[in-house]
């Protein structure tokens, strides 16, 4: 099992930036791959971006492309999600979340951290 800690949300403008973060601990060698989701006002959980072990290079939601970008810091257990130019729409509930070796979907979730954006 691995435990998953979000933080960096909070309030900002539209047009403005912040930077999430997400603490791994647990068994994360059995990780293959992490993300981010959020779940709007009233929405369900979407996806945002990940980054698979295997390689291939970072996937991004269309609506995210080119503003969001997800990073990993491999020895701290750390992924992180820098949001710019945010957007109203992208106020959310934001998850992190682990998928693991062998799954075919994400499975460890964290609580979520609130990402407000006002215009």
């Known amino acids: 099992q691995v435990s998953l800690v979000e933080s960096g949300g909070g309030l900002v403008q539209a047009g403005g930036s912040l930077r999430l973060s997400c603490e791994a601990s647990?068994?994360?060698?059995?990780?293959?791959?992490m993300g981010w989701f959020r779940q709007p006002p009233g929405k369900e959980r979407e996806f945002v971006a990940a980054l698979r072990w295997s390689g291939g290079g970072p996937s991004y939601a269309d609506s995210v492309k080119g503003r969001f970008r997800i990073s990993r810091h491999k020895t701290r257990n750390m992924v992180y999600l820098q949001m710019d130019s945010l957007h109203v729409e992208d106020t959310a509930i934001y998850y992190c979340?682990?998928?693991?070796?062998?799954?075919?979907?994400?499975?460890?979730w964290g609580q979520g951290t609130q990402v407000t954006v006002s215009s």
């Open positions: 647990g068994r994360t060698f059995r990780s293959s791959a």
């Open positions: 979340a682990s998928q693991t070796l062998g799954s075919s979907e994400f499975d460890s």
